[in-house]
């Protein structure tokens, strides 16, 4: 068994910190406040999220970043995305140079549009970086339900390694050295979640619904494509996976979110309904902002971005993407290899 820390006591980061202990690791928990982390030492429960799940006995919390860091050489980040860089930046001085670390968190940077392993490659250039994403709601995972993830990295052997320490039970993990890929799915999904959430709200029929799941997959697609990411990757876990369990489970943050916003409550009341961080909210933003300098159409996106933060009608949104210019479903540069055709 080995010793791991996790960092960030949010719903993701206390469920992986519970399975990681009850496989045997010796796993430490880093909450951002003390009061937490004592929460959760005395009464084995985690105060602000999951609270009705009884924690793992062996599970250690603490606060102190430097005492995390040096209570393994394995080291899981489920901070938000958006407070990812500043936590590299605290966290760097207390790690080695090539510091084990393995993302969980989905999303892209807002100022900077960067996935996850490029703010890492930025700030921990020679880091041993893993992502692991997929269908994987916290509440399931802590309750022990069967759950299968994919963890990628561009390093040899280190997504394999992870692999070991996290699967057993009714927990897979399988390998991939597609890093844009896992990221990019675990990301915009996100974002076609929270219309997912709007349009559940307007008795759309389910046609509606797979029809919009489909062309955000094809969104998914087009983004990855940019970045050389593999095509079975995007149509695997953390790709169409990842994709069916947030728009059509009322688990996930960002469908509730959109459900939220299509039953009239402004961004910030949704957001504070929810009472935890849906990323589609961010990323949304991060793509809108990034996607053009990139040369990416993106109207489901677009569409979303504008019925958050531009005040737009739901059923305007909706009336729009019907009326667009008919088009090919797949436009040539979605194509990666034409051989056999």
């Known amino acids: 068994m080995e010793k791991i820390t996790v960092y960030g006591a949010g719903s993701w980061g206390t469920a992986l910190a519970d399975l990681l202990a009850r496989k045997g690791h010796e796993t430490t928990l880093w909450c951002r406040r003390e009061g937490q982390a004592r929460a959760i030492n005395t009464l084995g429960r985690n105060p602000d999220y999951l609270k009705n799940s009884a924690l793992c006995p062996s599970l250690t919390a603490v606060s102190s970043l430097e005492e995390a860091a040096e209570a393994s050489d394995n080291h899981v980040s489920a901070v938000p995305t958006q407070s990812v860089r500043h936590f590299f930046e605290t966290a760097a001085p207390f790690w080695p140079n090539d510091v084990r ?4 968190a989905k999303g892209i940077e807002i100022s900077s549009g960067q996935r996850i392993s490029q703010i890492a490659a930025d700030i921990l ?37 992870w692999q070991e320490l996290f699967s057993g039970g009714r927990f897979r993990a399988y390998s991939s050295n597609d890093v844009p890929g896992v990221e990019i799915g675990g990301a915009v999904k996100n974002v076609i979640a929270i219309a997912a959430g709007i349009a559940s ?9 797979a029809a919009l799941a489909c062309r955000g997959l094809a969104e998914v697609m087009k983004l990855g494509s940019k970045y050389g990411a593999h095509p079975l990757t995007l149509a695997g876990l953390a790709g169409v996976g990842d994709l069916m369990v947030t728009c059509f489970s009322t688990l996930s943050r960002n469908y509730r979110l959109g459900r939220a916003i299509g039953e009239g409550k ?13 990323e589609g909210a961010f990323t949304v933003e991060a793509l809108v902002r990034h996607s053009r300098e990139l040369g990416v159409e993106l109207p489901l996106t677009e569409a979303v971005y504008s019925v958050l933060y531009e005040g737009r009608n739901p059923e305007i949104m909706i009336e729009s993407l019907f009326g667009r ?9 979605m194509y990666w290899s034409k051989e056999g055709q």
């Open 266 to 278: 402004s961004l910030n009341e949704a957001m504070a309904s929810l009472g935890q961080v849906a």
């Open 325 to 333: 210019e008919l088009k090919a479903e797949l436009p040539p540069e």
């Open 125 to 161: 250039p020679h880091s041993r970086f893993s992502v692991l994403s997929g269908p994987s709601h916290a509440e399931e995972v802590i309750e022990g339900k069967p759950t299968a993830v994919v963890i990628a990295s561009s390093v040899p052997g280190e997504a394999e390694i």
């Open 101 to 104: 670390i393995c993302n969980v």
């Open 201 to 209: 709200t307007r008795d759309l029929g389910f046609n509606a619904l």
